[in-house]
């Protein structure tokens, strides 16, 4: 199956600081990217679905100017999550797809956010 | 909007049994129902994806069902085995998104 990575696998900062995840699809072009956010032991809620080339579309109840998506190319979305909180520490998980509804989504291996 | 549920939310079974997992949700106008296993800390694995023409799906001692119309989903698992354990996720895919369940934290024991 089609391999998407994330970039960093974990990472610390403090209050305040900003931080950029990236999402890659590898080995095939990905036409929307999801991004889902996990609470411990919790399922994974949907955040926000991006085109590339255009604006992405946040799920209710999450703030578009505090969670930064950027889907530039058909291989890369990014996430920043800006002035962060401690309570934005989670597990946030990328996802990739064609074009088409019925396509497989491919997953990322997650990114584990902590701030002090 | 979709809600996706998971029975049981826990599980624990000697190793050996076969075991059912159960997903239902509320709108049957899906595109495909997919089947994931996670493991503590770490990403997805996908283990079924079930299009919403077909009827199930199987891959070595895991089978999946897919009923639409009642809008169920089971995931069956054959002779168990300790490295089975792990949390299993089932997600619906309506129109652009996916819709996850809560999970069935399986638990087999020696």
């Known amino acids: 199956g089609a391999v998407v990575s994330q970039h960093p696998s974990r990472v610390i900062c403090k209050s305040g600081t900003s931080v950029k995840i990236e999402c890659r699809s590898l080995?095939?072009?990905?036409?929307?990217m999801f991004w889902y956010r996990q609470f411990p032991k919790k399922s994974l809620m949907l955040m926000a679905t991006s085109n590339e080339g255009s604006k992405a579309t946040y799920e209710q109840g999450v703030e578009k100017d505090k969670f930064l998506i950027n889907h530039a190319s058909l291989t890369l979305s990014t996430l920043t999550v800006t002035s962060a909180h401690p309570e934005d520490s989670s597990f946030y998980i990328c996802s990739a797809s064609g074009e088409r509804k019925a396509d497989t989504q491919y997953f990322g291996p997650g990114t584990r956010l902590t701030v002090l | 909007k979709q809600e996706v549920t998971q029975i049981p939310a826990a599980l624990s079974v000697p190793e050996g049994e076969n075991l059912v997992l159960n997903c239902s949700f509320t709108?049957?106008?899906?595109?495909?129902l997919q089947w994931f296993r996670q493991d503590p800390g770490k990403g997805l694995t996908s283990l079924l994806l079930i299009q919403s023409s077909q009827r199930e799906q199987t891959s070595g001692r895991l089978n999946a069902s897919l009923d639409k119309s009642s809008g169920r989903s089971t995931l069956y698992i054959a002779a168990s085995q300790p490295g089975d354990s792990a949390t299993y996720l089932c997600?619906?895919?309506?129109?652009?998104?996916?819709?996850f369940g809560a999970g069935t934290r399986l638990t087999v024991k020696p």
């Open positions: 709108d049957s106008a899906i595109y495909n």
């Open positions: 997600a619906v895919r309506n129109n652009n998104d996916m819709r």
């Open positions: 080995d095939f072009q990905a036409t929307t």
